[in-house]
């Protein structure tokens, strides 16, 4: 785990839900994330970016925002920097 330095994210929603890394974990197959929202209070997620989506030839990598999926809205997409995912490993 390494210490972070916050960045913010957003999701497509409007209004967008913003949330930071706190913790980053490298494994064999990928890059374990713990994310915490920024703009309201919210349990902790964890979300796990494969090492095949971290290969493939975008500067992002889109993943389904928890918060808008929790609250029965349409799935919208948290966009991550791969820079920022890989920040520190």
């Known amino acids: 785990m390494s210490a972070e330095v916050e960045t913010a994210f957003e999701c497509t929603n409007e209004p967008p839900h913003r949330f930071a890394i706190v913790e980053r974990m490298r494994n064999r197959d990928g890059v374990l994330l713990t994310l915490k929202r920024l703009d309201a209070p919210y349990p902790k997620r964890e979300m796990f970016?494969?090492?095949?989506e971290l290969k493939?030839?975008?500067?992002?990598?889109?993943k389904a925002c928890f918060v808008c999926v929790d609250q029965g809205r349409k799935e919208t997409a948290i966009v991550l920097a791969k820079a920022d995912i890989q920040a520190g490993l």
């Open 49 to 52: 970016i494969t090492g095949r």
């Open 56 to 62: 493939m030839g975008y500067d992002n990598v889109y």
